[in-house]
């Protein structure tokens, strides 16, 4: 039984691990998009920032549509941007669930077989106990009379 246990342990650790790089490739994703998200901000704060400026100075109105148009254009990127990172958090969070569940199982199995073992010890030294004082009762009552 303990081969078995051992093997669903490495098995599990095996897992563990695919569930670890799983996790960091999907944080490294969440991160990409939270980059990417904040340079859309960025560069919608700097357009917006432009427009301003150049409408204290005077703009047609075609400039001013243009810019509006490129700043709506940002606003529906960053809102796409956002629903993806959105889903991106969630698949972060589930393969940090399907890591933790994981390791727990292994953990399970280590505590099982570390109790499994320790009472296969016990087991044995009351074993040997049992046979000294077996040996020890045998020696008493088979010793050689003084003379």
Do not use: C
């Amino acid at each position: 039984m303990s081969k078995a246990i051992q093997l669903l342990i490495e098995r599990l650790r095996q897992a563990e691990d695919r569930a670890v790089r799983a996790m960091a490739s999907a944080r490294t994703e969440q991160q990409r998009y939270e980059t990417h998200l904040d340079a859309l901000n960025q560069y919608r704060e700097n357009y917006s920032g432009q427009l301003t400026e150049l409408g204290s100075q005077g703009l047609t109105s075609f400039q001013f549509g243009h810019y509006q148009a490129f700043i709506n254009k940002l606003d529906h990127a960053s809102q796409q941007q956002l629903q993806g990172l959105r889903q991106v958090r969630q698949t972060t969070e589930k393969r940090r669930q399907e890591w933790l569940d994981v390791q727990q199982q292994r953990k399970a199995l280590e505590t099982l077989e570390q109790r499994k073992a320790a009472k296969e010890l016990l087991k044995q030294a009351r074993s040997e106990q049992k046979m000294l004082d077996e040996f020890a009762t045998f020696r008493f009552f088979h010793r050689q009379p003084e003379s």
